[in-house]
């Protein structure tokens, strides 16, 4: 039984070092993917209230094809070089948007949000996919949340073995 407790009255680097700590027991090192992602996203998003919606994005083809979220529903499929997460993904690095009205070709899947971040996946040197937070607050994440937030995908890539996915 995981008993995940983080005190709200904590910085988020504070929140940020016990999230890595917990995840080291949350996160097991099996084949099963979707369960471990499942639960990776919703403990981030118990974690952070400005979260509103946090998902994987996985690319097939040309297209990066929604995976294991949390939040309202969204959009199914996303062009490479398409939206914040596509631009990511062609680019391979973080992208933080302080306001998606400002960002040109952003992709709207839900009226009500107002930031994002969006942190490539990367194994063995080819990009897998993408993780896209968003929040209903501008200026949501800074350079803090993409600093934990990749070191939580390191964790991830080096615990799963994220080849072996398979989306349907
Ligand atoms: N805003 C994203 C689309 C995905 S939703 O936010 C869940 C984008 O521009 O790529």
Redesign the pocket.
């Known amino acids: 039984m995981i008993d995940i407790k983080l005190n709200n009255n904590k910085s988020e680097i504070e929140i940020y070092e016990d999230c890595l700590a917990i995840l080291e027991h949350l996160i097991i090192k099996t084949d099963k993917l979707i369960s471990n992602m499942s639960n990776y996203i919703a403990f981030l998003k118990q974690s952070f209230a400005k979260i509103s919606?946090i998902?994987f994005y996985i690319i097939e083809n040309d297209k990066l094809l929604l995976g294991p979220f949390q939040g309202n529903v969204?959009?199914t499929e996303?062009l490479i070089g398409k939206?914040?997460?596509?631009t990511s993904a062609i680019k391979r690095e973080t992208i933080i948007v302080e306001d998606?009205n400002e960002f040109p070709g952003?992709?709207?899947?839900?009226s009500n949000?107002k930031s994002?971040i969006?942190v490539p996946i990367i194994i063995n040197n080819q990009i897998w996919g993408v993780l896209?937070i968003?929040s209903n607050s501008k200026n949501s994440f800074t350079e803090i949340d993409k600093l934990f937030l990749e070191k939580q995908i390191d964790f991830l890539i080096a615990t799963l073995d994220f080849t072996k996915f398979i989306l349907r």
């Open positions: 919606w998902g969204a959009c996303i939206g914040v997460c596509g998606v952003h992709i709207a899947c839900d949000s994002e969006v896209d968003d």
